[in-house]
């Protein structure tokens, strides 16, 4: 079975946030752990997933807001990682001062072209992080499938995600994705562009 790698945002996804409960429901996930999760460093946070990719390659990255722009930067940076699919749960907009806060900002821009692994971003109609319009065009870019839950804010504790069993279907979709992929390897998709 392919590895999970579970990549929290700031704050790190407490106990009872799904990211949490997943980790601990699934035997084949693994939480990339930060130094310091009110603080984020894009370069220290990137070599932190790049080093957990490398000892998991072919895992599928599961990201929740900053660290979907994680996510996103890492493998842009590092292209010769072997990133299976990336399920992105409610992306923060790091290219907005409005929705997000300033030491937040270089982990932007996301990236405009298609990612070379299969990945599912899903969004909120009231997440006041980035808006659904902005989460479905960026989705478009990716060529990545899109998932609109509907108003239901930032898809954390917050606004009521204990474990979300309907996410682990999700993310059950995109690992049968992975294996049928026909998708090339990080390194050839982006020598193409």
């Known amino acids: 079975m392919t590895s999970v790698l579970i990549v929290p945002g700031l704050g790190g996804s407490g106990?009872?946030?799904w990211q949490s409960h997943w980790e601990r429901a699934l035997s084949d996930s693994h939480r990339v752990q930060q130094r310091d999760w009110d603080h984020p460093n894009l370069t220290e946070w990137s070599?932190?997933?790049a080093h957990a990719v490398e000892q998991r390659p072919g895992a599928i990255l599961v990201g929740h807001s900053l660290g979907c722009a994680l996510i996103l930067r890492v493998a842009l940076a590092w292209r010769d990682l072997r990133i299976g699919g990336a399920l992105l749960v409610a992306?923060?907009?790091?290219e907005s001062p409005q929705r997000t806060p300033r030491h937040t900002w270089e982990f932007g821009p996301f990236p405009r072209t298609a990612l070379?692994?299969?990945a599912t971003?899903?969004?909120?109609s009231n997440d006041p992080y980035m808006s659904l319009e902005r989460a479905h065009v960026l989705a478009i870019a990716w060529r990545a499938?899109?998932?609109n839950l509907g108003p239901v804010g930032h898809i954390n504790v917050k606004s009521g995600f204990g474990p979300w069993p309907a996410g682990e279907k999700l993310l059950d979709a995109l690992r049968r994705e992975v294996r049928t992929s026909?998708?090339?390897?990080v390194a050839d998709a982006y020598a193409a562009q």
Do not use: T
């Open 145 to 147: 499938n899109f998932i």
């Open 121 to 124: 971003v899903v969004a909120s």
């Open 91 to 94: 992306p923060a907009d790091v």
């Open 182 to 185: 026909g998708r090339p390897k």
């Open 47 to 49: 070599y932190r997933l």
């Open 15 to 17: 106990q009872e946030h």
């Open 116 to 118: 070379p692994f299969p």
